[in-house]
């Protein structure tokens, strides 16, 4: 087969380009292909894979079809790109709704914003913050007097320190980043008024949603607990989401309003919360609003 490319680019950039696509093209890795080769993906496609209509297809070949490595390079790939990418990159499209010039991912963070501003929060943890969108939003409001944003992806947390490198230094002074894995006890996340789960539960393999709740709701134990996760029900109101789709590749599950409801209640007994259910984004009658949104408020000492 003969391939001509064609293009003005930076000689390192197209060997860059040369340097994922031989082995995709070819479909085959002809060594063992480790964790490392994650890191080789995400530092050769920097700057073009993010947005390649192929990314999918690129990440599992380049990566041998391993899951659970395309996985994590689809992951920290959508974390990578612009303010919205975080949480909006594979938003599908809503076919109509009256508040259709807001983006649900704005609306998302005015919701969580909201909440955490009438719980009277002042030190607030973004945990999987991801490129920082969140944190952006939360670093304008005088009240939060410290905020950290958690990421377990060393390289979403770079993308986010770039986004607040302009910031004034009193703004900046106020924000840490930080990461950690949400499914293991940090010690140095404890004390804080409030957290936040934004889109992140939902990434999370079932049988260790178990070990994030002890994470975060008995050894972290904040005053306020805000969580948010996509309403599968309405996944039928996006026009080109197919039938039976996640919103997002990474997505390990999606829940109903009755399953997020029971998880959330079991969590709330479990850990003395109270819990309190919102939607986000244009009610549906039919199928309820696109995201839900839970505040768990602390009712009994630890």
């Not at 060594?31 to 490392?36: A, E, I, L, R």
Request: glycine fraction near 6%; charge should be negative; include cysteine.
């Amino acid at each position: 087969m003969d391939l001509r490319l064609s293009g003005e680019l930076r000689v390192s950039a197209a060997l860059k380009h040369l340097y994922v696509l031989i082995p995709v093209l070819d479909n085959g890795k002809h060594y063992w292909v480790g964790s490392d080769e994650v890191d080789k993906l995400l530092r050769a496609g920097e700057g073009w894979l993010a947005d390649h209509p192929e990314r999918e297809l690129i990440s599992s070949r380049y990566l041998a079809h391993r899951k659970s490595y395309v996985r994590s390079a689809l992951a920290q790939l959508a974390e990578s790109g612009d303010d919205e990418l975080d949480d909006a990159m594979a938003e599908p499209a809503v076919t109509a709704t009256s508040e259709k010039d807001v983006p649900l991912a704005v609306q998302r963070r005015g919701s969580v914003l909201a909440a955490l501003k009438a719980s009277g929060a002042r030190r607030v943890l973004d945990l999987g913050c991801g490129g920082g969108a969140l944190l952006h939003d939360l670093i304008q409001e005088p009240s939060f007097t410290e905020i950290v944003g958690v990421d377990v992806s060393a390289r979403a947390l770079e993308v986010a320190a770039r986004r607040f490198e302009r910031l004034p230094e009193r703004q900046r002074e106020r924000l840490a980043l930080r990461q950690s894995a949400l499914t293991y006890v940090d010690t140095s996340l404890a004390g804080f008024d409030a957290a936040v789960l934004m889109e992140v539960i939902e990434h999370v393999d079932p049988p260790r949603l178990a070990a994030l709740e002890h994470a975060v709701f008995a050894a972290a134990r904040p005053g306020t607990v805000v969580v948010t996760t996509p309403n599968v029900e309405y996944n039928v109101r996006f026009e080109n989401l197919p039938a039976g789709a996640f919103r997002h590749a990474d997505h390990r599950f999606e829940w109903t309003r009755p399953q997020f409801r029971q998880w959330a209640g079991g969590v709330a007994d479990r850990h003395g919360y109270a819990v309190e259910h919102l939607p986000v984004g244009p009610e549906d009658p039919q199928v309820g609003a696109p995201t839900q949104l839970a505040v768990f408020t602390r009712t009994a000492v630890a």
